[in-house]
T-cell receptor, first 115, second 114 residues
Framework: SQQGEEDPQALSIQEGENATMNCSYK?????LQWYRQNSGRGLVHLIL?????REKHSGRLRVTLDTSKKSSSLLITASRAADTASYFC???????????????FGEGTQLTVNP | EAQVTQNPRYLITVTGKKLTVTCSQN?????MSWYRQDPGLGLRQIYY???????DKGDVPEGYKVSRKEKRNFPLILESPSPNQTSLYFC?????????????FGEGSRLTVL
């Protein structure tokens, strides 16, 4: 299974509401990143949080990291229809196949914000 | 404008017909990587390159080749495509340490192998 796993798989909310997505991972990490992907498009980096940080903000985004629980959450406040996209967490993880540390992506949360 | 450019964006081919997906970045990044995205499997790394003439396997390298002769280009080669290589492919680059730095992605290349 993936190093990073997002929850829920899909989330549907109304415009103006807050959206919270969670990411759990298995092994120790150096940092965790969140990316956004509009349907069929390339991923866009949103925010990076290092293992020694607990919380980070960027505009309407708030990311928390709990290394003891091996989990992170992404909160989007006052959501807009334009926030509709898939959101992925990515963690650095050891890959035995590649014999090195890799940025490993989860399967993503599909967020739909209804106008 | 800083960008990662992939071509072609869409391609339908037949089993066994060699093809190349090109990737070019204009940010002078040392690190470049290829991923494939499949439903239920997320993004998986195929190959990566730390610099010119330095390439290494990712998690799913079988059936693919890459080369890095110039810093800006990192083509993905499918010598003998098979239907299980039907996927959405992304090229990415990074100016950081690469392996765990922020990645800049191309718009993707949707490949169908019949």
């Amino acid at each position: 299974s993936q190093q990073g796993e997002e929850d829920p798989q899909a989330l549907s909310i109304q415009e103006g509401e807050n959206a919270t997505m969670n990411c759990s991972y298995k092994t120790s990490i150096n940092n965790l990143q969140w990316y956004r992907q509009n349907s069929g498009r390339g991923l866009v980096h949103l925010i990076l949080i290092r293992s020694n940080e607990r919380e980070k903000h960027s505009g309407r985004l708030r990311v928390t990291l709990d290394t003891s629980k091996k989990s992170s959450s992404l909160l989007i406040t006052a959501s807009r229809a334009a926030d509709t996209a898939s959101y992925f967490c990515a963690t650095d993880a050891w890959s035995f196949v590649a014999s090195g540390s890799r940025l490993t992506f989860g399967e993503g949360t599909q967020l739909t914000v209804n106008p | 404008e800083a960008q990662v450019t992939q071509n072609p964006r869409y391609l339908i081919t037949v089993t066994g017909k060699k093809l190349t997906v090109t990737c070019s970045q204009n940010m002078n990044h040392e690190y470049m990587s290829w991923y494939r995205q499949d439903p239920g499997l997320g993004l998986r790394q195929i190959y990566y390159s730390m610099n010119v003439e330095v390439t290494d396997k990712g998690d799913v390298p079988e059936g693919y080749k890459v080369s890095r002769k110039e810093k800006r280009n990192f083509p993905l080669i499918l010598e003998s495509p098979s239907p299980n290589q039907t996927s959405l492919y992304f090229c990415a680059s990074s100016g950081g340490t690469g392996l765990t730095g922020e990645l800049f992605f191309g718009e993707g290349s949707r490949l169908t192998v019949l």
